[in-house]
């Protein structure tokens, strides 16, 4: 037999070496896969539900304040598959006329003074998950019309003073007449600036 290749059959066996190294590689890399797979499914089985109640704790105490304020709120969790963690997020739904759905809060569809009522209400249902000393709130009313302004001060002077709430630190330029104060309530009224002349004497009441 001429032009035979002799080294027709190492070649063939080589391969065939090569080939079995593949499968087993192969083989190695699905059960490596298949136990990532089972661990990743353990964690998750223990990581969603709190997640789920957590978010579920945020959404009760959303609702409880928007329903007290005349509103409807909900919060949701948004996400495209169970397994897409990147699409995870929190999402906010909010309606604030009865002749309205719910929708998303966003700044193409409601007011600022709306987005305000919904972002504040939102970091107080968020008390009830963090204990933490003292909280400071700075400046919450701005954007709020009068109505959504007063609601907003007198629920949360409310929470601030429950029992076992943190202490908070209200700070505003604009602290409203006729509010509902109790005993567990400090306003502090800070007069001094640069502007203000030394000999000027403001009364106690």
């Given at each position: 037999m001429k032009n035979l290749n002799s080294e027709a059959i190492a070649d063939y066996q080589r391969r065939q070496a090569e080939v079995e190294e593949l499968r087993k590689t192969i083989e190695a890399k699905s059960?490596?896969?298949k136990n990532l797979d089972a661990v990743m499914s353990t964690l998750f089985n223990q990581w969603e539900p709190q997640l789920i109640k957590l978010i579920e704790t945020i959404n009760n105490k959303f609702s409880e304040f928007m329903d007290s304020l005349s509103y409807v709120g909900e919060v949701v969790l948004s996400r495209k598959d169970k397994s897409d963690f990147d699409s995870y997020g929190i999402q906010i739904m909010v309606k604030y006329r009865k002749d309205a759905k719910l929708q998303t809060l966003d700044k193409?569809?409601?007011?600022g003074g709306e987005r305000a009522v919904a972002?504040?209400?939102?970091?107080?249902?968020?008390?009830h998950i963090t204990q933490v000393p003292f909280r400071c709130v700075d400046e919450i009313n701005q954007?709020?019309?009068a109505k959504n302004e007063r609601h907003i001060f007198n629920l949360l002077s409310?929470?601030?003073t429950k029992d076992g709430s943190a202490q908070y630190l209200f700070v505003t330029p604009k602290l409203l007449l006729d509010l509902?104060?109790?005993?567990?309530i400090c306003v502090s009224v800070v007069h001094n600036s640069g502007s203000i002349k030394s000999d000027v004497i403001f009364p106690l009441s």
């Open positions: 059960t490596q896969e193409y569809i409601q007011s972002i504040a209400i939102y970091s107080l249902s968020l008390q954007g709020m019309d409310k929470e601030a509902n104060y109790n005993e567990r």
